[in-house]
T-cell receptor, first 115, second 113 residues
Framework: EAGVAQSPRYKIIEKRQSVAFWCNPI?????LYWYQQILGQGPKLLIQ????????DSQLPKDRFSAERLKGVDSTLKIQPAKLEDSAVYLC?????????????FGPGTRLTVT | GENVEQHPSTLSVQEGDSAVIKCTYS??????FPWYKQELGKRPQLIID?????GEKKDQRIAVTLNKTAKHFSLHITETQPEDSAVYFC????????????FGKGTKLTVNP
């Protein structure tokens, strides 16, 4: 089975610029997660979708971060404007459904560098 | 909310020795505890998980134990090999809410040949 796909793999931007990341989950996985992993730390959940609805966005900096999951499949995460502290790897993960918990499968991540 | 503490942050062992990584959690409602292995520059991958109705689970050289009363769980790797070198993350999740995973800060394991 195909894994979670993410693009781009790497992105370098200047502070105050905007950036967008894309994620395509495993086919049939209703739940999609975006995590931020700062160097040397564990992943931190930013937002969780169940189909195209938001389940948890309590740790998403909503003044600059936004995410959507149209049609309950692909998802995009946007940062506008970026700050230096946003430099991190952004991981997308998916799992079967709620009512679990079920194993979360991670994508390869997008490494963002903000200069 | 849930808080997961993980120790040690770094661990160096000789090939063939055992390695133990320990985690504690704060939310007594948490009932799912996965362990992920992350090699440098790669995605986290699940290596073993345990649910709160089980005290121990084994998969070949890897085992996880859970003490619900003390709210801690541990990863045990026996007969370590150089390819076990990676960063290991523990996590905790509770059912019924968002089921989000809260991760520890990771343990960098180095297995010396």
């Amino acid at each position: 089975e195909a894994g979670v796909a993410q693009s781009p793999r790497y992105k370098i931007i200047e502070k105050r610029q905007s950036v967008a990341f894309w994620c395509n989950p495993i086919s049939g996985h209703a739940t999609l997660y975006w995590y931020q992993q700062i160097l040397g730390q564990g992943p931190k959940l930013l937002i969780q979708f169940q189909n195209n609805g938001v389940v948890d966005d309590s740790q998403l900096p909503k003044d600059r971060f936004s995410a959507e999951r149209l049609k309950g499949v692909d998802s995009t995460l946007k940062i506008q404007p970026a700050k230096l502290e946003d430099s991190a790897v952004y991981l997308c993960a998916s799992s079967l459904s709620r009512g679990g918990p079920y194993e979360q499968y991670f994508g390869p991540g997008t490494r963002l560098t903000v200069t | 909310g849930e808080n997961v503490e993980q120790h040690p942050s770094t661990l160096s062992v000789q090939e063939g020795d055992s390695a133990v990584i320990k985690c504690t959690y704060s939310d007594s409602a948490s009932n799912y505890f996965p362990w992920y292995k992350q090699e440098l520059g790669k995605r986290p991958q699940l290596i073993i998980d345990i649910r709160s109705n089980v005290g121990e689970k084994k998969d070949q050289r890897i085992a996880v134990t859970l003490n619900k009363t003390a709210k801690h769980f541990s990863l045990h790797i026996t007969e370590t090999q150089p390819e076990d070198s990676a960063v290991y993350f523990c996590a905790a999740s509770s059912q019924g809410g968002s089921e989000k995973l809260v991760f520890g800060k990771g343990t960098k394991l180095t297995v010396n040949p």
